[in-house]
């Protein structure tokens, strides 16, 4: 039973509002909606009343004014945050405002299927909550995502290249047998799209996140609202050939961007450059360790080596030229870069901007900003408890 | 004055849903705005008396039962839909229901600038109107659509590659000397998608138009809507890079799809072909005429000349390979291509098509379908028509 059963539909609104505009103040959200103040002002006195909405920030010192600032109450229970990577699983609890009560991140591999994984998700989340001494009846709302195209209404991955058990499998009757919480699936990127959009309180209608880890996808915000695509495959842009003359991708074709730029490639380029004696740092590197990350390759450039910093804006570059067509396709305002590339350090961002200003039109860069993206490592979780808490306010309890 | 002046604001959502269902039914139009359909036939009777909306299709023949199927009345006024092509200028006088009741194509060029090409316009207008006995009162609206970015508010280009002269040049109050009706100004490709999506009563909610002419542009419909980027620029596809070893595009650029694929290349080729005596056909055509056009080239293509089929080969291909980037990124459920390339016969579209099943992921051609586009040479002039009636109703006479 969600504790917000039985509210009328202004009520659910302003619960809506209050979590899309974190902090926001009464004013500003008697504005958005279309209430005069005084409605507002009732309608929050209720639900501040029943323990759904919490004042916030500071309250003013003298006179006992009331708060200005809003935002949902933590009594309301605790959304999973659950984001599984290629070579990764990430399970954060988050208050109803999304802060992060706890997180526990473990090297895994989604190829082992659903079976596997999912079983070591739900151990994880049962420590967590246990941790916290939270019952799994006080969990609002499950989201999760994964590296595979989604069909989003079924909650299930389809056709996943990089993930074939999973294809129809359905994540959510495994996950709803602990708990009675709804749970909602979706492309890992699109759940770091999702997160930016909740940070941004919305305040930008057009931009893209793109992740680089094991594969490449990007996350697309038009009008406002994530965009999926017509099959639920948008944003697949790892596919996109950079190099007609490139080598083979695992997809068929050749000189996909995902095949000369992701971190496997990334790590292959690095190989060769330590074998053919190009980079004494990186052979040192495969000598003591017996292999080479994406990360050993960003710190050998942060230390000088340049084979690696070659290697970096090789890949910034390769990058920067899908990001091209994508910019001039799509016209967006931001395009922030996620996923384990991050670490690389600042001359990969710089090879992307480079590329991408140079081969872009003019117009559609003069106002555009990339950077790495600001919610960081906490991207995914962060984006899977907006997912949980949007949609289960969405689905539930609003009265007819 | 627009004649729905002083209308509730009901009544002008149905206005506005008439003429996004062209020939709707009264239940249905009463079901998409949640009207019951008691309210819906009190509102309508009301249309009715007032002369705004008019009965269409087949009347029951017994009975005198009303007639079930609605369309705005020929009497609220005319439309103008305007589309200024690079080489050419489309005027066309259209009923609010969009049938097209005069229609005049001449050469242009759109270089000469806005001064000698609106001039023409302008006297064109004022033929088709003399023509049809309609008085420039009765202009409910006039939309145009211009092959360059546009700032869509100010109803202005901005930075046109191919046209310079026009650069900031306030097309909307050059128009108004004439008319008291608004003037909205739009990119051309744009206005193509707008037509489509009138012409499919809003019942695809993503998909591309590809205009195929003198340059290559792309309009966008995401979530329901044309979609025209941060800064006005979106669909710029033209400068998508398909061969880093391609020739110099005027953008400074190499490789780009539109220096390789759109009409001017495709001239260029065929000339080069008949100057090499590889095809005797375009020789003899070049020796009769003293020039190519892309058309002669799908005439020889037609007729079974080799080198003729193989240059459409060459530009459908290159298509493909941009449109192939694009489809993975945005995954739309259908491309329609328009433009002066649509004459140059189905060899072309088999190009396109190949050449994008072969590049793009399974998931998002499974049920992509690629097609010249319904409206055909009509697009633009219809596309202009549906802004201005959209617009106008939105901007003027809603009732607080």
Tied chains: 1, 2.
Excluded at 120 to 134: D, F, K, N, S, T
Excluded at 234 to 240: M, Q, Y
Excluded at 268 to 288: D, F, I, V, Y
Aim: hydrophobic letters at 45%; aromatic letters at 4%; charged letters at 15%.
């Amino acid at each position: 039973m969600a504790p917000w059963n039985g509210l009328s539909a202004p009520e659910m609104q302003l619960l809506q509002t209050t979590f899309w505009s974190a902090g926001g103040s009464r004013h500003g959200m008697a504005e958005r909606l279309g209430f005069s103040r005084s409605k507002a002002n009732a309608l929050i006195a209720g639900l501040l009343d029943q323990g759904l909405l919490a004042e916030a920030g500071p309250r003013a010192s003298s006179g006992g004014r009331r708060a200005e600032h809003l935002r949902l109450h933590d009594g309301l229970g605790v959304l999973v945050g659950i984001d599984v990577g290629a070579t990764s699983v990430d399970v954060a609890i988050l208050q109803p405002d999304l802060t992060v009560l706890a997180h526990h991140q473990e090297a895994a591999d989604v190829r082992q299927g659903p079976g596997v994984v999912l079983a070591r998700v739900r151990a994880i989340m049962r420590e967590l909550l246990l941790g916290q001494g939270i019952a799994a009846a006080q969990v609002l709302g499950i989201g999760m995502g994964v590296p595979g195209p989604v069909n989003f209404e079924a909650g299930q991955l389809v056709n996943p290249p990089l993930m074939p058990g999973w294809d129809s499998f359905s994540i959510r009757d495994y996950l709803r047998e602990d708990y009675a919480a709804p749970v909602f699936v979706d492309n890992d990127v699109n759940l770091m799209a999702l997160g930016e959009l909740w940070r941004l309180q919305r305040q930008l209608s057009n931009f893209l996140v793109i992740k680089v880890g094991t594969g490449i996808g990007c996350g697309i915000v038009c009008h406002g609202e994530v965009y999926r695509g017509a099959a639920g495959s948008a944003g697949d842009v790892g596919h996109i050939c950079v190099d007609q003359d490139g080598p083979c991708c695992h997809c068929g074709n050749v000189g996909c961007v995902e095949a000369m730029a992701a971190g496997p490639a990334i790590v292959r380029m690095a190989m060769a450059a330590a074998e053919a004696g190009e980079s004494p740092m990186l052979a040192e590197h495969l000598r003591l360790h017996g292999r080479i990350e994406a990360v050993d390759v960003g710190q050998a450039s942060r230390a000088g080596d340049a084979a690696a910093n070659s290697i970096i804006q090789r890949a910034g570059t390769h990058i920067g030229q899908m990001l091209a067509s994508v910019v001039n396709f799509f016209n967006p305002s931001h395009v922030f870069i996620g996923g384990g590339i991050t670490h690389i350090g600042p001359l990969f961002l710089a090879a992307v901007r480079q590329s991408v200003y140079q081969r872009s039109l003019a117009l559609s860069t003069r106002h555009l900003e990339i950077q790495y993206a600001p919610l960081g490592e906490q991207g995914g979780v962060i984006g899977a408890g907006v997912l949980a808490m949007h949609e289960s306010l969405k689905v539930r309890g609003v009265a007819p």
